[in-house]
């Protein structure tokens, strides 16, 4: 079946640190991948998405590459703030018999200091 | 403003006293489902529906029912709680034929505790 693996967190950084949370999965055929955040109090909402391989996801200065040959799609940002203290969760949507169904990773909780 | 809307947002109660958390979207979604997260588990899928009367298991449903009697509405209910359903509940939906490029729009959560 469909699975997700990050890093494990929590992740603590200054501000202005480089982010990179790492994030491979399995899967058939050929998913989409999809980065979530979700803020202290909040549901989750999509930070950004990728649906082929060598795309590029992007938003808020966070990136990811779909990378098919390592089975990755590693969230960066160069850059932090304080704001961006948060959970992050790694998805993927394979369709077929799975129908709407996303697969989540464990969730990196991010807290950066001032 | 198109949103998820949840109710209630927190609930503490006892085991074995029936309890329903709403859920209710204003954005003429067909697909609807419920997820529930704990630590180091991520999201994992209760129910989903695709329509109105449709409605199917995710990959834990043990313990939890379900109805689509309207379109906007999602109800989870849990007839008779037990602790180990002490965790964080979703109800996320969806546009029809969101197809690969696939959001899903998430309610704020319900923080459930059974005792």
């Known amino acids: 079946g469909n699975s997700v693996t990050q890093m494990e967190g929590p992740v603590t950084l200054s501000e202005e640190a480089f982010l990179t949370i790492n994030c491979t999965y399995t899967a058939t055929g050929y998913p989409s991948l999809f980065w979530y955040v979700q803020y202290p109090g909040e549901g989750l909402q999509l930070l950004l998405k990728?649906?082929?391989?060598?795309d590029k996801g992007s938003n808020k200065g966070f990136e990811a590459t779909y990378r098919k040959e390592t089975t990755s799609f590693h969230l960066e940002k160069g850059s932090v703030q304080v704001s961006d203290s948060a959970v992050y969760f790694c998805a993927l949507y394979s369709g077929g018999t799975s129908y709407g169904k996303l697969t989540f990773g464990q969730g990196t909780i991010l807290t950066v200091h001032p | 403003e198109a949103q998820v809307t949840q109710n209630p947002r927190y609930l503490i109660t006892v085991t074995g006293k029936k309890l329903t958390v709403t859920c209710s979207q204003n954005m003429n979604h067909e697909y609807m489902s419920w997820y529930r997260q704990d630590p180091g588990l991520g999201l994992r899928q209760i129910y989903y529906?695709?329509?109105?009367?449709?409605?199917d298991k995710g990959d834990v449903p043990e313990g939890y029912k379900v109805s689509r009697k309207e379109k906007r509405n999602f109800p989870l209910i849990l007839e008779s709680p037990s602790p180990n359903q002490t965790s964080l509940y979703f109800c996320a939906s969806r546009p029809p034929s969101g197809g690969r490029s696939y959001e899903q729009y998430f309610g704020p959560g319900t923080r459930l505790t059974v005792t």
């Open positions: 990728a649906t082929k391989a060598d």
């Open positions: 529906s695709m329509n109105v009367e449709v409605t």
